[in-house]
Every structure is written in C-alpha cells, then in structure tokens.
C-alpha cells in the first residue's frame, strides 16, 4: 500500500519576529519531496502527525477545522496545517 501524500501549508504566524529560515504566511510543503525546505524545528514537530497519518491514525483537529500545529520558536510561532493529499488531486 502507498503511503499518503502529506501537505504542509505556513497558515499564519503568531510572533511578533519573522522567521529565521525565511517561511511565509501561503508557503507550501510536500513533506516527502520538499521536507528539506522546511525549518528543522519543524520538520521536528510535524513528524509525528505525519506518520500517525500515514498510518491511518487520526489526530485532533483545530477550531478551524484542519489539523495544526506550531514551530517551536517563541518569537516566532509559525502555525502550519497538514493534510493527507487525495489521490485525485496529485
């Protein structure tokens, strides 16, 4: 069986500081092709709701409604959303 294709999406930015390795509020990831990109920390924190996605698992989902998380730098506090890409949108 394929492993999902997961999506990260920077979908807003809590800090009062820009952050350090250059991400926007509208970047976007593939986390199997473009992880290299992302910041390490991270990378770091979306690990494991990437694999507990891939898995079949289920993760708690935000007031918005998408699965988030944040970066751990706090002046910076990126807020990232992942989601498991369907098949018919590759």
Known sequence: MKRPQIRI???DRLGKCGCHH???VGD???YD????ELCPMAAHVAFPYVEILRYGGTVPVSKAGDIRFCCPDVDVI?????E???QDEE
Do not use: A, I, P
């Open 33 to 36: 092709t473009q992880r290299g």
């Open 9 to 11: 999406k920077l979908v």
């Open 84 to 86: 498991v890409v369907k």
């Open 28 to 30: 976007v990831f593939d």
């Open 78 to 82: 990126n807020v990232f959303s992942l």
């Open 22 to 24: 250059g991400h926007k």
